[in-house]
């Protein structure tokens, strides 16, 4: 089954995928009809109260396309060393990252419209899922997955069409998250669901995706992570990096640690962000103490 929303005037990350790997683009998924997805018109949990009410946010006005960065060749392809930690080695952030500012292309059909937009088809299709992480050991089960299609503002000022995986009782209020950061215009480089083959590929240290269901265990742990329940939204985490310790995750994202300098796709306890994760009943990740997980939220808190 299938509940849209649509309107007019939107460690741990690609840790999730190993933090800091760019595969090359995956094919664009284009939506079918699928014999295993069902209509749900309730969602199996119902959608959180807010935490704290704050003010809403105007609907934004037409942006401009932007010229921005093109993504350097070497992307995703230069392997850093293995640290003693599993992780790749720290190091400094190259010129061409400092200032990240690029949209790396769509994998999944425009959603309609020139406004924000979402599909939620829950359970997931098979075809979706399996070119997912997810297997029968994964902690949660294949029809709680709902396959989510999100529209959001791309660092070029365009519109753009992304994907995740997500429990289905929190996809309703994922949505109304993403709805918040397509009207106050915040940027993000990619949406897209991460792969199996993403999870053993060679730390790079620069990748950026946003996304949910990841099944992994947390990082440096044993125990599985809360992606791997599809309750986890990990967003631009090379601009906000998971630290602890002399770990930095991604690896090339140490000019970031300098939350004073601010640059697009940044957020902090005041930002859209954080407050459109906590009006859902999410934790933010920022709040930790043993470590600091900027870009990582979710419904409990770990």
Known sequence: ?????????????????????????????????????SVETTPSVAPSSPVESSPPVEPSSP????????????LGTRELPLAANGFGEARRTPPALRERAFTLPDTVEPLPGDGFASDVVAPAPQRVVARSTWQPA???????LAWVRAAFRGFDGRRHTGELLLDRGVAADVVQVFDRLWRADFPLEEL?????DELDAPPTGDGNNSGGFVCRPVVGGTTYS????????????????YTKGDV?????????????????GMYDADSVVVRA????????????????????FSLTGG
Do not use: K
């Open 63 to 74: 942006v401009e396309p932007v010229e921005t960065p093109t993504p350097p060749p070497w």
């Open 138 to 144: 994964c902690p949660v089960g294949r029809d709680r």
């Open 1 to 37: 089954m299938r509940v849209s929303w649509v309107t007019t005037p939107l460690a741990v990350a690609l840790l999730l995928a190993g933090c800091g790997r760019t595969p090359n683009a995956a094919p664009v998924e284009t939506p079918a009809s699928s014999p295993d997805a």
């Open 277 to 296: 994760f906590a009006e859902i009943g999410w934790t933010w990740g920022g709040t930790w103490r043993t470590a600091q997980d900027r870009h990582h």
């Open 192 to 196: 897209r669901i991460t792969r199996r």
């Open 248 to 264: 930095v995750l991604p690896e090339l994202a140490s000019s970031y640690l300098d939350r004073d300098r601010r640059r697009p």
């Open 226 to 241: 809360q992606h791997a329940y599809g309750l986890a939204v990990d967003l631009n985490p090379f601009q906000n990096p």
